[in-house]
C-alpha cells in the first residue's frame, strides 16, 4: 500500500490545543529544570553562611583570634 505524497509531505496544520501541548512538551523539561536549579541554590546560600569579605570580621568573633565571647 503506498502512501500519497501529499500524506507525507504535509498533515495540516495544528490544532491551537496541539500547539500547546507540543510547546509545553518541548520547553516545559527545560523551564522545570531552571526552577529546579534556582530553588536548589536559593536554598544552599540561606543554609551556607556567607564568608566573610577580606578584612571584615564576624560580629561576635574576638578581635585577637580566639574563641567566641559569647560562648565562655
Not at 529544570?33 to 544552599?44: C, H, K, N, Q
Not at 540561606?46 to 574576638?62: F, K
Not at 583570634?65 to 565562655?72: E, I
Request: proline fraction near 10%; avoid cysteine; hydrophobic fraction near 45%.
Amino acid at each position: 500500500m503506498a502512501v500519497p505524497e501529499v500524506a507525507v509531505g504535509h498533515l495540516g496544520a495544528l490544532h491551537p490545543v496541539e500547539q500547546a501541548v507540543t510547546a509545553a512538551l518541548a520547553f516545559g523539561p527545560f523551564l522545570l529544570l531552571g526552577a529546579v536549579i534556582l530553588v536548589r541554590r536559593r536554598a544552599e546560600s540561606r543554609a551556607t553562611p556567607a564568608a566573610p569579605r577580606p578584612g571584615e570580621r564576624r560580629s561576635g568573633a574576638d578581635p585577637r583570634g580566639g574563641a567566641d565571647q559569647r560562648a565562655r
